[in-house]
């Protein structure tokens, strides 16, 4: 039987993660911590956004968002 596959394998074969060398190991804890749900939540994510969306995001190391100086 074979063992049962890591959230940073699953999402690798979802193409939402790098290769895992490319990942810090306190990363991929985190990762692997993730619940199914959340991993599902991600992968909706994606699916809505789009890939162009997401990578102008992580280019800029943050979503976008309205300007808050007024706060």
């Given amino acids: 039987m074979a063992a049962a596959a890591t959230n940073i394998e699953k999402m690798q074969k979802l193409g939402l993660v790098a290769k895992p060398h490319n990942i ?3 990363d991929q804890k985190l990762i692997n911590s993730l619940s199914a749900s959340e991993i599902g939540a991600l992968v909706s994510m994606r699916k ?4 162009p969306l997401l990578k102008k995001i992580h280019k ?3 979503f976008p968002h309205p300007d808050t100086s007024s706060f």
Avoid at 48 to 51: E, P, Q, V
């Fill in 48 to 51: 809505k956004l789009g890939d």
């Fill in 24 to 26: 810090s190991e306190g």
């Fill in 60 to 62: 800029g190391g943050r």
